[in-house]
């Protein structure tokens, strides 16, 4: 069966230090992987996503994920974080189906 | 880039009354579209599964009697809430599929959501 984990459900970190967001999935199959944000009572926003082609993907806002099959691992990362980017942010797996697996999200504080 | 719409944005209703939110795929067509809904400080649950002209897919443990979903067209989709109950408030988000699968590169394109509130 496929999932997704999301290691932090909160993470903190001061501005302009980096950020890292950890994400773990289970597949059985070639995975497309996702990672969305979303701003308090807004919707998702897409960051970026991984597709079985390079495995660094570089997303919007300076935000980054590598995808390592043999750690089954997609973490988010941004070498310096900025106020704008407290938010609530969720790993997404896509696996052979139309459905999309979520995972539980990580809220990313940022302190001044 | 593909944008999803959704109508209202916020609402509240009067319990046992019937709420219906729309969804609408702006710039491009949309085949499969999807219904989630989010519970505070939770992940997504995916309610439904939308075809356009055919009837919507539902989630175990989703009432298709209370959540009717419409998908009359590839550009929208609706999400009627039947005979609501405070215990349906939620923030209520569509999404789209978009284009046609290429391996495994196809994405969805999400709504900004919907807060319904039932008093």
């Known amino acids: 069966a496929q999932s997704v984990t999301q290691l932090d459900s909160h993470v903190s970190v001061s501005e302009g230090t980096p950020v890292l967001l950890r994400c773990n999935y289970s597949?059985?199959?070639?995975?497309?992987l996702f990672w969305y944000v979303q701003h308090p009572n807004k919707g998702l926003q897409l960051l970026l996503k991984?597709?079985?082609?390079?495995?660094l993907v570089k997303g919007i806002n300076g935000f980054e994920a590598e995808f390592k099959k043999s750690e089954t691992s997609f973490h988010l990362t941004k070498p310096s974080a900025h106020m704008s980017d407290a938010a609530e942010y969720f790993c997404?797996?896509?696996?052979?189906?139309?459905?999309?697996?979520f995972g539980k999200g990580t809220r990313l504080h940022i302190l001044p | 880039g593909a944008v999803v719409s959704q109508h209202p944005s916020w609402v509240i209703c009067k319990s046992g009354t019937s709420v219906k939110i729309e969804c609408r795929s702006l710039d491009f067509q949309a085949t499969t579209m999807f219904w989630y809904r989010q519970f505070p400080k939770q992940s997504l649950m995916l309610m439904a599964t939308?075809?356009?002209?055919?009837?919507?897919?539902?989630e175990q443990g989703v009432e298709k009697d209370k959540f009717l979903i419409n998908h009359a067209s590839l550009t929208l989709s609706t999400l009627t809430v039947t005979s609501a109950h405070p215990e349906d408030s939620s923030f209520y988000i569509c999404s789209a599929r978009v284009g046609q699968r290429e391996g495994s590169s196809y994405e969805q394109y999400f709504g900004p959501g919907t807060r319904l509130t039932v008093t």
């Open positions: 939308s075809n356009e002209g055919s009837k919507a897919t539902y």
């Open positions: 997404v797996v896509s696996i052979g189906d139309d459905k999309i697996i």
């Open positions: 597949s059985s199959y070639s995975p497309s």
């Open positions: 991984y597709t079985s082609a390079a495995t």
